[in-house]
Structure formats: structure tokens, C-alpha cells
């Protein structure tokens, strides 16, 4: 099973049951996605005479039997790794003591990763991400490193989802209607590329995010905590051709899960003759209709 955890959030996910969300949905731009529910609104129990005739929960669990329903295994390749320095950690006085299993060893007093661990960890991740994005879900992509913080909108913007680059406000995602006084909804799924704001100092949306319950994947690095990430990848979180090929990687799993939902509508696995939009379901960004293509040129 890919799953290495379940929280209650993703079991309604995967089951096919959708979160309690607001009435309707505001997307405040295509690149950030900073409307967050907050523990204390009200929230609405869901309508399920509002969902699109699409939605069929069978279809969605005979995707859960094979290890690799995408094929996205295919992806990752051990020698790119290694040749876009995936296997430097940091030194080895900054090294975080539940990071020890997934290293190889030390050279120069620079932790150096197994990447034989780094891939079988980044295959559940991939099939992870594509298998959210197959059900639709809201993806949202964080990075904290100003040198790389390009590369990770640029593949969010590719993949038709959101990213979150820039100076966080972690009580914006708990309290939205003092900071938006807007319509939200969370996202499905997080994907951080670097989980450190500062050498000793978590990035906040990772605890926001736990107390939400929304699973996560993350690039966690030697001195990194793996504890706090649902899907952790061990690896070098501060190189510009590391970042570049996890971006670029999770992108194309991205494409994949929505190209097979595509496929299977088109084939007549899913009724979509009578589908109708709905504010609460669609996430397209804006200009983009949500059965559109949403892959998009920079």
C-alpha cells in the first residue's frame, strides 16, 4: 500500500468522500494560495446532491489496488540523483538525530544520504501526489530559499496548482476572516521543498498544516525533523539542481494523475455528460475553466 499514514482528512479523500468545506470557493491569484479555513469559523456540512455526476467511488478505489496506478515509478532515476547532488547533507554538527537511519555516512564532516532510501522514498511520494491529483485535489507547493523559490512556482504554475514562496504569516491560515475576509478552502496536500526557514528554526506552515490534518510531502534534509512530514524525502534541500529535478518531478506526477482522469472521462468510465460546476469544487485557476487543460506556459 502507498499510504504511510492516514489522517482523517485523507481517509474522506481517498474514500471518496469529500472534506466539510464553505459554500463557495476565492482564489485570490494563480500563483499563491493563502485562503485557509480557520478551526473557528462555522463550517457547512457538505451537499452531496451538489457533487458532479463524475464522481464515482469505485472507479477511485480500483485505482488504490496496484502499487504504481500511474506508472510514475518510472520517473526517478538513482544516477540524477546523485548527479544533481541529492546526497550532501549538511555538516555534521547540525545533524538532527532522526535523520541518522537514512544516512550512508560522513565525508569531510558532510552527512551523506543513502540514496537508495531517497528513491524508494520518493516513489511513494510521486504515486502519493499523482494519486491527489487523480482525485482533483488541491495541491499547494512551499519553498523558503529566495535562490530557489522560481523554480517551485514555475513547476506549481505548470501543474495548474498553487505555491506559497514568500513571507509566511502562519495565523492567516487559522484565523482567514481577520486576514482575507473571504470564502476559503484548504488545500489537499502540501508539498515543502525545504522544511528548515533557518538553520534552527522549522518552517511554520509545517505544524499549521499537522493541525489541519492535511498530509504531507517533504524534502528533509540532515538537519531537518522527518517526524513532522507524512511522506519524507531524504535529500539535499539547499542545492539549485536538486530543487529543479523534485520540482520538476512532482510536476509530472501532477500531470499524470489529472491526464488519467482526463482518459477515463473521455473513455466513458465516468458519466460526465451531466457534470455541472459548482463554486465549492472548482480550484481551476483564474482564466482556466476546471475540466480545462490546466498546464500552463511561463
Wanted: glycine share 4%; proline share 5%.
Amino acid at each position: 500500500m502507498f499510504l504511510r499514514k492516514l489522517t482523517p482528512r485523507l481517509v474522506n479523500l481517498i474514500s471518496g468522500k469529500p472534506s466539510v468545506i464553505k459554500k463557495s470557493t476565492s482564489i485570490n491569484n494563480g500563483r499563491c494560495f493563502s485562503n485557509m479555513r480557520s478551526r473557528n469559523e462555522e463550517l457547512i456540512p457538505f451537499d452531496y446532491d451538489q457533487i458532479p455526476s463524475d464522481f464515482d467511488k469505485d472507479v477511485y478505489n480500483e485505482m488504490l489496488k496496484p502499487d504504481d496506478a500511474f506508472n510514475v515509478h518510472r520517473l526517478v532515476d538513482l544516477k540524477q540523483l546523485f548527479d544533481c547532488r541529492c546526497h550532501f547533507g549538511h555538516k555534521t554538527g547540525l545533524l538532527n538525530e532522526f535523520m541518522k537511519p537514512y544516512l550512508i555516512g560522513h565525508r569531510q564532516d558532510i552527512a551523506i544520504f543513502d540514496l537508495n532510501q531517497t528513491v524508494e522514498h520518493l516513489k511513494l511520494a510521486l504515486n502519493f501526489a499523482a494519486h491527489i491529483a487523480f482525485r482533483d485535489g488541491i495541491i499547494l507547493f512551499v519553498n523558503s530559499n529566495k535562490e530557489t523559490n522560481h523554480l517551485v512556482e514555475r513547476a506549481a504554475l505548470e501543474a495548474g496548482e498553487y505555491s506559497q514562496c514568500r513571507d509566511f504569516e502562519g495565523r492567516s491560515f487559522l484565523d482567514s476572516t481577520k486576514y482575507f475576509d473571504t470564502p476559503i478552502r484548504v488545500p489537499d496536500l502540501l508539498i515543502i521543498f525545504r522544511t528548515k526557514k533557518s538553520n534552527f528554526e522549522q518552517h511554520p506552515i509545517i505544524h499549521i498544516f499537522n493541525r489541519l490534518l492535511i498530509p504531507s510531502i517533504g524534502i528533509v534534509d540532515s538537519d531537518s525533523d522527518p517526524r513532522l512530514i507524512t511522506y519524507p524525502i531524504p535529500a539535499n534541500d539547499d542545492t539549485h539542481s536538486s530543487i529543479e529535478l523534485f520540482a520538476n518531478l512532482f510536476k509530472e506526477a501532477i500531470l499524470i494523475g489529472k491526464q488519467k482522469r482526463r482518459e477515463l472521462i473521455k473513455q466513458g468510465n465516468w458519466d460526465n455528460s451531466k457534470s455541472k460546476e459548482t463554486s465549492n469544487l472548482d480550484h481551476s485557476p483564474p482564466n482556466q475553466s476546471s475540466n480545462s487543460e490546466k498546464t500552463l506556459e511561463v
